[in-house]
């Protein structure tokens, strides 16, 4: 059987990974290559989507392509920057600046355009660019328009398509209607790239590399490690695989317990524990030349997880010895999923492949293994969602397949960590005064800024900034002005990435201080038995993920614990659960007062009110 299959271009856009998992949830294969790739190996393929990218077409270096790429007789769909570059080749114009749209927009399509089938005229679609068609091809006809801008462009005969917006994310409401009118519709595929052939095939590229050898295999206690080990079962002579869990003293309530009862009940022979906490807390390790840790005087994030992810090594060594296996020479299996496998330029996912930025399960050593042919990636073909499925149609139970992700450092980047060395600047703290004169003030609200950094996404870039506390009304807050607030900061001020608000005081009775903190097992105790309560009380749809973070700031106190919520399905973007529509005021208040009463070293009972961006999920 012939499998349908896409071929998507990449010309730098954030949301080309998005694209590949659109097209693979509507049952067909897509890979990823450069925007030049050869055309004799678009060939083989049954259509080609051109992602958005950050450039321009019309600049003096634009990104370079085959033009015959649009004479194959293949359809073509371009997206945003695709779609200009479709306009530039058939002989149109493109210009920056005749009307920006970053945003939910609403457009008007015209329903003769194959790619609008079944739609009503008006929709609501993302626009995010900064340049737009200033004149059209001659012989492209206009498929949508935006007021005066082009939303949409085709050739009918040619089977090129080109849309302004972005049908790849949830923000365009009938984006998979469109992408499905491509890909059946103009493309004549059916959608035959299934689930269970995708599995058989996972289980048959196992068998084939690993034969009849051992395996190691690391399992957190996530959905993507506990996948893997039940893809080497079914691949494997169980007695060849050995499954390790660490406990490395971050994790959550109970979890190692409970994530070692469900991976005993997948059937696996060797499942060692192995209870390192004290390695953990008291290693000093070397990587890049450079000594790090112990972990109890480390405040950089970064620096934390390099020296986690030095000692999971060490341990998985370790073991390896006392079971007789040599660990540089056995085989072992990582979960890592196919959005990082791209990034990382994986050979797996895509024979073309090119590295656009190396992924944390990609370092050093990882790669010195695969070099020797020793890891092997048994998740490299799903995303996150598609792992779940797979999860389910393994029958691994529903509290691993639903689990909500946690990170390999666990609980270390959740005791924010403080050792005095950040001041506000004279300077900056004018500014914020200024700014919350303006955005807060006038509605009740008031605002400090708190010298501890955390971990932000702004411009495509990493950003590692100021918290904003924002406080007035307590449990009365309007929450659509707050969120307002938490927008109108951090785009307002360069110094300010992460906005929280205080629930459980109305004014604050003091100055509010941040004093030197390291982590040791007793605050990571004290986080483990708020987040315990949190989670309790915060797990429930839409939430996505929910935790609670512990901060060395207080007013008469040592701490103050700051809730943080996340709706969203790709972990790419997301906002905070919207008190009063998500999850109701008064389950907030309850877990507030829960908070003050049971915990006594807690001073402020603070909500995370940032959306991704300019705030990531984790605070580090
Ligand atoms: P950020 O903080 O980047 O997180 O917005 C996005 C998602 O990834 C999870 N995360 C991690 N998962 N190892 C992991 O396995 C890590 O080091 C790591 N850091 C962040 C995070 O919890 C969220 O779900």
């Not at 349908?4 to 097209?23: F, P």
């Not at 084939?208 to 206690?221: A, F, N, R, T």
């Not at 959005?339 to 656009?356: K, T």
């Amino acid at each position: 059987m012939v499998i349908d299959k896409i071929a998507i271009l990449d010309c730098g856009g954030q949301y080309t990974k998005v694209i590949d998992r659109k097209v693979r949830e509507l049952a067909v294969k897509s890979e990823i290559f450069p925007l030049n790739v050869s055309v004799d190996i678009l060939r083989e393929y049954h259509g080609i989507i051109l992602s958005g990218g950050p450039g321009s077409v019309w600049t003096d270096q634009p990104l370079t392509y085959d033009p015959q790429l649009f004479s194959l007789g293949i359809p073509v769909l371009g997206i945003c920057y695709g779609m200009q570059l479709i306009n530039q080749y058939f002989g149109g114009v493109v210009r920056p600046g005749v009307k920006t749209e970053y945003g939910e927009t609403e457009i008007e399509v015209e329903p003769a355009c194959p790619l609008f089938d079944g739609l009503d005229s008006k929709q609501r679609v993302l626009m995010s660019h900064g340049d737009s068609v200033a004149q059209i091809a001659p012989d492209l006809k206009v498929g949508a328009r935006s007021g005066n801008v082009m939303a949409a462009v085709y050739h009918e005969e040619r089977k090129v398509y080109g849309v302004q917006f972005h049908p790849e994310v949830d923000l365009t409401e009938n984006g998979k209607v469109i992408l499905t009118n491509f890909l059946w519709r103009i493309c004549g595929l059916s959608g035959n790239y299934l689930l269970e052939d995708r599995i058989q095939t996972a289980i048959a590229k196992i068998k084939e590399k690993v034969k009849d050898e051992k395996i190691l295999v690391l399992v957190s206690g996530g959905v993507d490690s506990a996948v893997s080990a039940a893809l080497l079962l079914k691949a494997l002579q169980p007695e060849n695989v050995y499954a390790i869990h660490i406990d490395h003293g971050l994790m959550r309530k109970n979890e190692s317990d409970i994530v070692c009862e469900n991976l005993a009940r997948l059937g696996i022979v060797h499942l060692l524990r192995e209870n390192a906490a004290g390695q953990f807390f008291d290693s000093v390790v070397e990587a890049s030349g450079k000594k790090i840790g112990p972990l109890t005087q480390l405040v950089d994030p970064e620096e934390k997880r390099n020296l986690i992810g030095e000692v999971f090594i060490n341990v998985v060594r370790q073991t390896a010895a006392r079971l007789n296996l040599d660990f540089d020479k056995t085989f072992w299996a990582q979960g890592t999923l196919r959005p990082d496998l791209i990034e990382s330029g994986n050979p797996d996912v895509s024979s073309f492949a090119h590295r656009i930025k190396t992924h944390h399960n990609d370092v050093d050593i990882v790669r010195k293994a695969r070099e020797k042919g020793l890891v092997v990636e048994t998740n490299w073909d799903w995303h996150k969602d598609e792992v779940r499925q797979v999860a389910r149609a393994l029958g691994i139970d529903e509290s691993i397949a639903a689990r909500q992700p946690f990170p390999g450092p666990g609980l270390a980047i959740r005791v924010i960590c403080n050792d005095g060395q950040y001041q506000i600047s004279d300077a900056q703290s004018r500014l914020f005064e200024e700014v919350i004169g303006k955005v807060a003030q006038p509605y009740g609200y008031e605002g400090s800024v708190i010298p501890i950094r955390s971990v932000g996404v702004q411009g495509d870039c990493r950003s590692y900034r100021y918290l904003s506390v924002i406080s007035g009304k307590g449990l009365a807050m309007e929450w659509d002005r707050v969120y307002n607030i938490s927008k109108d900061i951090p785009n307002q001020t360069d110094f300010i990435n992460r906005v929280a608000y205080v629930l459980n005081k109305s004014k604050l009775d003091g100055l509010l201080n941040c004093h030197p903190m390291y982590l040791n097992p007793e605050n990571v105790e004290l986080l483990r038995e708020i987040d315990d309560l949190v989670v309790k009380k915060l797990n429930r749809k839409p939430v996505s993920q929910v935790f609670a973070v512990l901060l060395p700031v207080g007013i008469t106190k040592k701490y103050s614990v700051a809730i943080r919520t996340i709706v969203t399905n790709d972990f790419m973007t997301g906002r905070p659960a919207f008190i009063g529509q998500d999850v109701s005021m008064d389950l907030i208040a309850e877990l507030s007062r829960d908070i003050e009463s049971k915990f006594s070293a807690i001073d402020l009972v603070l909500y995370d009110v940032t959306s991704k961006p300019p705030a990531t999920v984790e605070w580090q």
